[in-house]
């Protein structure tokens, strides 16, 4: 029997269910437990999110250095436009305007309480045709 059954990352937020709601849509998932001050999801793919109630959380300032980077979330998408459109649907917001150089196009987002999280897409491996 493992010693450790269930792993997830917890984002701290003055909103947990409106958080768990963001990425719920965003991960195409389903809320798996929910308390009064947390809620978890797991996405499609498998990935365990949960939210936990801090009535005193500050969002982190990324990229500035005060209260810089307390987590960070890097999701792969294939479509990167239709992603962030999606975001911004969702209530989220751009970080960065430029695409990162490099063999991966990354774009940085928050969410509605201010977490970072990185979409990226790898370059396709296949030779181009034609």
Excluded at 86 to 114: M, N, T
Aim: glycine share 8%.
């Amino acid at each position: 029997m493992p010693l450790v059954t269930a792993g997830f990352v917890v984002l701290d937020c003055a909103e947990p269910e409106k958080l768990a709601v963001f990425y719920k849509e965003l991960l195409d998932g389903e809320q798996t437990e929910a308390t009064a001050n947390r809620v978890e999801i797991r996405g499609a793919d498998g990935t365990r999110l949960a939210f936990r109630r801090d009535m005193n959380a500050t969002p982190p300032s990324w990229p500035r250095p005060e209260n810089s980077l307390q987590a960070h979330l890097d999701f792969v998408v294939e479509d990167l436009d239709e992603a962030e459109r999606r975001i911004v649907g969702l209530g989220g917001r751009p970080l960065e305007a430029k695409d990162a150089a490099g063999p991966y196009e990354e774009r940085g987002f928050s969410d509605p309480a201010g977490h970072s999280f990185t979409l990226r897409r790898t370059a396709p491996t296949a030779p181009k045709q034609g």
